[in-house]
Antibody, heavy 125, light 107 residues
Framework: EVQLLESGGGLVQPGGSLRLSCAAS????????MGWVRQAPGKGLEWVSS????????DYADSVKGRFTVSRDNSKNTLYLQMNSLRAEDTAVYYC??????????????????WGQGSLVTVSS | DIQMTQSPSSLSASVGDRVTITCRAS??????LNWYQHKPGKAPNLLIF???TLQSGVPSRFSGSGSGTDFTLTISSLHPEDFATYYC?????????FGGGTTVVIK
C-alpha cells in the first residue's frame, strides 16, 4: 500500500524558514518523480514543485522560485521541501504527491496518483 | 502559463443526478488533462488521467472527455460520497496548473 506522510509543518514568522519532509513507502521511490502541491485557506490547489526520480532536475512555480528548494534522498525514501523567505501568502496545507507516468501512443502522460494527507504551514507574526 | 478555467464554480445536485463539469485551457494541451476529487481534510484523489482514462479503482460512473482546449468530467449518477470539489489539471507543460475547482453540493 502506497503511503506518503508529510511532517515539518507549523507556525513560522514572515521571513523565516521551514523544511517539510515526506516519508514514502509501498512503492519503488527511486523510480518515481514526486511533487508538492499546496492549498491556501479557502483556495484551490496550486502546484508548487516537481522533481525527477534521480533528483537531478526540478521545476518550480514562479511564486516560489528562488525561495523554495525541493530535494530527495532515495536511500531514505524521503522527499523534502526547503522553504525560505516565507511570506504570509505561503500559508497553506502542503501535500506531497507521487508522480506516475504512462507511455501511450509515443507520448508520456504524467499525473499525481497518490497524495499525502498534508502538512499545515502558517506564516504569521 | 496555461490558464485552466472550470465551470461552474459550484453546483447543487441530488443523488442520482447526472453532473457535468467543464474545463477550458487557455491554449491547446492535446489530451494532457487530469481530474482530481478533493474532500475537506482528505488527500486529493486522482479520478482520470490523459483526459479520458479512468484511474484504477475509480467507479465507472465517472468519465472524462475532450481534447485540445475543452474538456468535461461527467458523473453519470451522483452518489452521496461524490459531494466534493473537483479540479482539472494540465500536464502539458510546466508550470503545471489547476483549474479553480468545482464544488458539488447537495441540493
Amino acid at each position: 500500500e502506497v503511503q506518503l506522510l508529510e511532517s515539518g509543518g507549523g507556525l513560522v514568522q514572515p521571513g523565516g524558514s521551514l523544511r517539510l519532509s515526506c516519508a514514502a513507502s509501498g512503492f519503488t521511490f527511486y523510480s518515481n518523480g514526486m511533487g508538492w502541491v499546496r492549498q491556501a485557506p479557502g483556495k484551490g490547489l496550486e502546484w508548487v514543485s516537481s522533481i525527477i526520480p534521480s533528483g537531478g532536475h526540478a521545476d518550480y512555480a514562479d511564486s516560489v522560485k528562488g525561495r523554495f528548494t525541493v530535494s530527495r534522498d532515495n536511500s531514505k525514501n524521503t522527499l523534502y521541501l526547503q522553504m525560505n523567505s516565507l511570506r504570509a501568502e505561503d500559508t497553506a496545507v502542503y501535500y506531497c504527491a507521487k508522480r506516475e507516468a504512462l507511455y501511450d501512443s509515443s507520448a508520456y502522460y504524467y499525473f499525481f496518483d497518490f497524495w499525502g494527507q498534508g502538512s499545515l504551514v502558517t506564516v504569521s507574526s | 502559463d496555461i490558464q485552466m478555467t472550470q465551470s461552474p464554480s459550484s453546483l447543487s445536485a441530488s443523488v442520482g443526478d447526472r453532473v457535468t463539469i467543464t474545463c477550458r485551457a487557455s491554449q491547446t494541451i492535446s489530451n494532457y488533462l487530469n481530474w482530481y476529487q478533493h474532500k475537506p481534510g482528505k488527500a486529493p484523489n486522482l479520478l482520470i488521467f490523459a483526459a479520458s482514462t479512468l484511474q484504477s479503482g475509480v467507479p465507472s460512473r465517472f468519465s472524462g472527455s475532450g481534447s485540445g482546449t475543452d474538456f468535461t468530467l461527467t458523473i453519470s449518477s451522483l452518489h452521496p460520497e461524490d459531494f466534493a470539489t473537483y479540479y482539472c489539471q494540465q500536464s502539458y507543460i510546466f508550470p503545471l496548473t489547476f483549474g479553480g475547482g468545482t464544488t458539488v453540493v447537495i441540493k
